[in-house]
């Protein structure tokens, strides 16, 4: 069974003040690796996709990185309004349905 | 693109009532998803569609949850007798399919359920 831990689960930072969100997985067979930002009440907002080992992507001051067993969310120069819990998910090659599997999160707050 | 849509965002209703929630996705997209959050959790998959066939459903579907998407537009999600253990955020997600690169599953702001 596909599988997705997230750590830590809540992350306080100063204002300017960078770090990384660590997601680990397992999976039979990597289809796409997810991450998403949640807002309290809302719907999850798509960030990136990456499909294989090396892979990044960069937006504003955030960049996120895979590798066979993990990825990371590397957030630059935090500000408040990053404030968010930050989504993983991964979807594997498995079955007939590409299935899509969450983590928890990590409860992000920056603090002026 | 106005994004995905679901109505109501809000519904307070008491146990052993029947709800049913409405999810339009984004134009174009053929596939439809339908999750359950519930607090400090990520979101829980529930069933799917591609374009009007159901093609997966959860073990966390009981035979209380029925959804549908007729004309492979608009979804509906009905939870009939509602139980306490219902009150969570049900999401609903579209993605275009056709390929790796087409499966990024866009969420809508979610249909929050208290069921008291």
């Known amino acids: 069974e596909d599988q997705v831990t997230q750590s830590p689960e809540a992350l306080r930072l100063q204002e300017g003040e960078s770090s990384s969100l660590n997601c680990s997985y397992t999976?039979?067979?990597?289809?796409?690796l997810f991450w998403y930002r949640q807002d309290p009440g809302k719907g999850p907002e798509f960030l990136f996709t990456?499909?294989?080992a090396g892979e990044e992507k960069e937006k504003e001051r955030l960049k996120a990185t895979l590798t066979k067993k993990e990825s990371f969310l590397h957030i630059t120069a935090p500000k408040p309004e990053d404030s968010a819990t930050y989504l993983c998910a991964v979807q594997s090659n498995s079955g007939g349905y590409q299935k899509v599997t969450f983590g928890i999160g990590t409860k992000l707050q920056v603090i002026p | 693109d106005t994004g995905v849509s679901q109505d109501p965002r809000h519904k307070i209703t008491k146990r052993g009532q029947n709800v049913t929630f409405r999810c339009d996705p984004i134009?174009?997209?053929?596939?439809l998803y339908w999750y359950r959050q519930t607090l400090g959790q990520g979101p829980e998959f529930l069933t799917y569609f591609q374009n009007e066939a159901q093609l997966e459903k959860s073990r966390l579907l009981s035979d209380r949850f029925s959804a549908e998407r007729p004309k492979g537009s608009f979804s509906t999600l009905e939870i009939q007798r509602t139980e306490q253990g219902d009150s969570a955020m049900y999401l609903c997600?579209?993605?275009?399919?056709?390929?790796?690169?087409?499966?990024?599953?866009?969420f809508g702001p979610g249909t929050r359920l208290l069921v008291l």
């Open positions: 999976v039979s067979g990597l289809r796409g």
């Open positions: 990456l499909y294989s």
């Open positions: 997600a579209s993605s275009l399919g056709g390929g790796q690169s087409q499966e990024t599953q866009y």
């Open positions: 134009s174009e997209h053929n596939r």
